[in-house]
């Protein structure tokens, strides 16, 4: 056993760990591969302003995750798509990363036409001056995507997020749970309390024993029942390659009616547009 876990209690022995895929519920004919992450963010970015027709969009770890592929940099992907469409009225971003902030100016730069805020630091400090900066008034339409690389964003943060009061509707919310090495995350930390700040409560253990699409919806629950969102589905994100592990959950909570059609929609576009025109059977619930 790895002796790190003994200032962890609780939480399953590395040996015993959950098994990443849980039984099949759906048979994934055309899976959506985590390099299309960026693109799905875009496409749903696309078909929520064909509805709302302005908005604000909050990116609370806006950074390129991998320098190499800017194709896979969401915020980019998200305004490349504003000649083809309806804008957001105001793109409020954050990364603690002076690198990543340095690229997110830069990119910036190409689109002097947009109102775009950049806050560099822990989004999760960050987050109520970001939320002041997004000026969101009761008929704005709002998302916001937490798209953290494995525990960075806590709990209290998306709290933070869903009870916003400015807008009519909750702020929509893209969360990512990266299961693929969820585990191997947390096995490498040294104490309980990045865990504790991650999940909200003492309790991960329960949560980190589940088989893997247990927790997403475990996960999916939690915005339901804790943050009140009206609507809150997984939809999983594979690796590339004839095993097509998960690589990611996200979870998409929102209290329009509209929109987990559009998100399914959106999904199944980007999948279908990988395969050259397959079908996708997409929510794992």
Known sequence: ????????????????????????????????????????????????????????????????????????????????????????????????????????????????????????????????????AAQIRRTTPCFCLADQRTLECHWSTIQTVARYKGSGYKIELFYFLAERWLMRSVYSLNSSRKLDDWWGRSDHGSFLRLPSFHRALELAGRFEDELGYAYAKPYSIHEKGPRSRTMYYMIHATDHPRAPRLMSDAYRHISAKRSNGGEQLDLIG
């Not at 790190?4 to 055309?30: I, Y």
């Not at 960026?38 to 320098?67: C, M, N, S, W």
């Open 1 to 132: 056993m790895d002796t790190r876990t003994a200032t962890l209690p609780g939480l399953p022995a590395p040996e015993k760990a959950p098994p990443n895929d849980g039984p099949v519920l759906a048979e994934l004919r055309a899976p959506l591969w985590s390099e299309d992450k960026a693109d799905l963010i875009a496409e749903y970015i696309h078909r929520f302003l064909f509805v709302t027709k302005h908005g604000v969009y909050l990116d609370l770890f806006a950074g390129p995750q991998r320098e190499d592929n800017p194709d896979a940099w969401s915020v980019r992907r998200v305004l490349e798509r504003r000649t083809s469409g309806p804008a957001m009225t105001r793109y409020v971003l954050c990364d603690i990363d002076r690198e990543q902030v340095e690229s997110l100016n830069r990119l910036v730069a190409r689109y002097p036409q947009a109102q775009i805020h950049i806050h560099r630091g822990d989004a999760n400090v960050e987050v109520h001056a970001m939320l002041a």
